[in-house]
């Protein structure tokens, strides 16, 4: 069983927002900086967002920074990544990882592990 699972991936058009979901059950979310990925095919995979278990985001990457936005719902395990105005160069699939230890604010992007299975988003018209 692995410790994360993200799910609410897609096909939508662009323009059309979508808000993926991190999930877990099987460690305490909010003592660890959980952060979002995606790898689109031929590419590395890339660090777009964290959330520090402060509750304070940070952003890894410029393209995405005023178009997506990160939140935490520490009742529900839960870290989301709100995808507004996606656009076709989106279109990856994205994962969400966990700060390889106990952390105050957001590691650096290679110090995430605890990988889920990823969930696609393809936005395409």
């Known amino acids: 069983q692995l410790p994360l699972v993200e799910s609410g991936g897609g096909l939508v058009q662009p323009g059309e927002s979508l808000t993926l979901s991190c999930t877990t059950s099987q460690f305490i979310m909010d003592q660890y900086a959980i952060g979002w990925f995606r790898q689109a095919p031929g590419k590395e995979r890339e660090a777009l967002f964290c959330?520090?278990?402060?509750?304070?985001?940070?952003n890894y990457l410029g393209s995405v920074k005023d178009r997506f936005t990160i939140s935490r719902d520490n009742i529900k395990s839960t870290v989301y990544l709100h995808m507004n105005q996606p656009k076709t160069e989106d279109t990856a699939v994205y994962y969400c990882?966990?700060?390889?230890?106990?952390?105050?604010?957001?590691?650096?992007?290679?110090?995430?592990?605890?990988w889920g299975p990823g969930t696609q988003v393809t936005v395409s018209s």
């Open positions: 990882g966990k700060s390889l230890r106990r952390i105050i604010g957001c590691p650096l992007p290679r110090e995430f592990g605890s």
């Open positions: 959330m520090a278990n402060s509750g304070v985001p940070t």
